[in-house]
């Protein structure tokens, strides 16, 4: 059956909307097998993983591919250096998707909200696809998209913490008042609640680390991948009302002598 719910996105139709990542494996052979596992057809990667000399065990080898490469700017710390990094991306051939990351607190690794926003304009008029990771805040919200942003991508709690949906309100209100598309990254710690993000509407979902550290991570990509499209299916049914009252869900009337008047 021909699948119908299409996520169009930079100028690519996907029929996943589960992004995985590359960093925290214990082994990077394993990427090939999430990612068919998981059937995620987006991937980050740190540029500084890759090894430019190719000298050592490059993490790129294991990318298959037929994934869409998501490089990210880990590490700058100024717009400046963001811009940098995406503009060396796209010149080794790793195409014109770019994830910006300017973090200078390196305690909590919050993101910088008005360096993020410099870097995606600057990008944003250069024809790259810039996806800006942020604290899920409105008011920056309007600015990355005002900047030229394809889509904002709020945490769910601090990176790499598998702590959850911690700020599930205020991702809530992106997805109520933003007309780009909400993809939530960092923070998502189980299956559970990556299905939860795609119930409330998120576009999608990026999971790395509950998946790379997880005891067996190709078959929590699995689980993964299942999770979103399952939370993306109750979102396009349309959850049932919720009552404060006990509501039955068959009739008390017409029980068995009742039919017809009979004793």
């Given at each position: 059956?021909?699948?119908?719910?299409?996520?169009?996105?930079?100028?690519?139709?996907?029929?996943?909307?589960?992004?995985?990542?590359?960093?925290?494996?214990?082994?990077?052979?394993?990427?090939?097998?999430v990612?068919?596992?998981?059937?995620?057809?987006?991937?980050?990667?740190?540029?500084?993983?890759?090894?430019?000399?190719?000298?050592?065990?490059?993490?790129?080898?294991?990318?298959?591919?037929?994934?869409?490469?998501?490089?990210?700017?880990?590490?700058?710390?100024?717009?400046?250096?963001?811009?940098?990094?995406?503009?060396?991306?796209?010149?080794?051939?790793?195409?014109?998707?770019?994830?910006?990351?300017?973090?200078?607190?390196?305690?909590?690794?919050?993101?910088?909200?008005?360096?993020?926003?410099?870097?995606?304009?600057?990008?944003?008029?250069?024809?790259?696809?810039?996806?800006?990771?942020?604290?899920?805040?409105?008011?920056?919200?309007?600015?990355?998209?005002?900047?030229?942003?394809?889509?904002?991508?709020?945490?769910?709690?601090?990176?790499?913490?598998?702590?959850?949906?911690?700020?599930?309100?205020?991702?809530?209100?992106?997805?109520?008042?933003?007309?780009l598309?909400?993809?939530?990254?960092?923070?998502?710690?189980?299956?559970?609640?990556?299905?939860?993000?795609?119930?409330?509407?998120?576009?999608?979902?990026?999971?790395?680390?509950?998946?790379?550290?997880?005891?067996?991570?190709?078959?929590?990509?699995?689980?993964?991948?299942?999770?979103?499209?399952?939370?993306?299916?109750?979102?396009?049914?349309?959850?049932?009302?919720?009552?404060?009252?006990?509501?039955?869900?068959?009739?008390?009337t017409?029980?068995?002598?009742?039919?017809?008047?009979?004793?």
């Open positions: 059956m021909e699948h119908t719910d299409i996520f169009e996105l930079g100028g690519k139709r996907l029929t996943s909307r589960l992004f995985t990542g590359t960093g925290k494996y214990g082994d990077d052979s394993l990427i090939p097998a990612c068919e596992a998981s059937g995620s057809q987006v991937i980050t990667v740190a540029l500084r993983r890759v090894d430019l000399d190719g000298r050592a065990d490059n993490v790129m080898r294991h990318i298959p591919g037929h994934m869409t490469l998501l490089p990210n700017t880990s590490g700058a710390r100024t717009a400046d250096e963001a811009v940098r990094i995406a503009r060396l991306a796209r010149a080794m051939g790793c195409g014109d998707w770019i994830k910006i990351e300017v973090i200078s607190d390196n305690r909590h690794l919050l993101p910088d909200g008005y360096e993020t926003a410099r870097a995606t304009e600057t990008l944003a008029k250069e024809d790259f696809v810039v996806l800006p990771y942020m604290n899920p805040d409105l008011y920056v919200a309007r600015s990355l998209a005002d900047a030229g942003a394809a889509a904002v991508m709020p945490l769910g709690a601090p990176i790499g913490t598998n702590r959850g949906l911690r700020t599930e309100e205020m991702i809530r209100i992106l997805i109520e008042e933003m007309d598309p909400i993809i939530v990254d960092a923070g998502i710690g189980t299956p559970s609640q990556a299905c939860q993000a795609m119930e409330m509407g998120a576009a999608a979902c990026l999971v790395n680390t509950a998946i790379a550290t997880a005891a067996d991570p190709v078959l929590m990509g699995r689980a993964f991948g299942r999770a979103v499209a399952a939370g993306r299916e109750a979102f396009l049914a349309g959850p049932g009302a919720v009552s404060a009252l006990a509501r039955a869900s068959s009739p008390l017409g029980f068995l002598g009742d039919a017809g008047g009979a004793a």
